[in-house]
Nanobody
């Protein structure tokens, strides 16, 4: 069983930045594919970014060029650096882990999820 704990959310003005972190329990973090998803009120959970076990990265078009996903395997930590934030980025952000090492853009293949962290961007 893997536990994921997100942190770093908060309230920020449009144009600002936040860095989210997700700490994973266990000793096999480096073998997992990891992803960030978000869910705004009344909307479905949507893909934000993902990183494979060998650090290939994937982004949703809506965040490409503004967000950067990275991982620190020595600290069992996944990061999401968010710059140039927009009000439409407001959502609960979730990290997720899947055990093949090759993350998907859809939520179904992910085996473990964190509890989420709220990001609110004011205009």
């Amino acid at each position: 069983q893997v536990q994921l704990v997100e942190s770093g959310g908060g309230l920020v003005q449009a144009g600002g930045s936040l860095r989210l972190s997700c700490v994973a329990s266990g000793r096999t973090f480096s073998t997992y594919g990891m992803g960030w998803f978000r869910q705004a009120p009344g909307k479905e959970r949507e893909f934000v970014a993902a990183i494979s076990r060998n650090s290939l990265t994937y982004y949703a078009d809506s965040v490409k060029g503004r967000f950067t996903i990275s991982r620190g395997n020595a600290k069992n930590t996944l990061y999401l650096q968010m710059n140039s934030l927009k009000p439409e980025d407001t959502a609960v952000y979730y990290c997720a882990a899947e055990t093949t090492g090759w993350p998907a853009r859809g939520p179904e293949p992910y085996d473990y999820w964190g509890q989420g962290t709220q990001v609110t961007v004011s205009s």
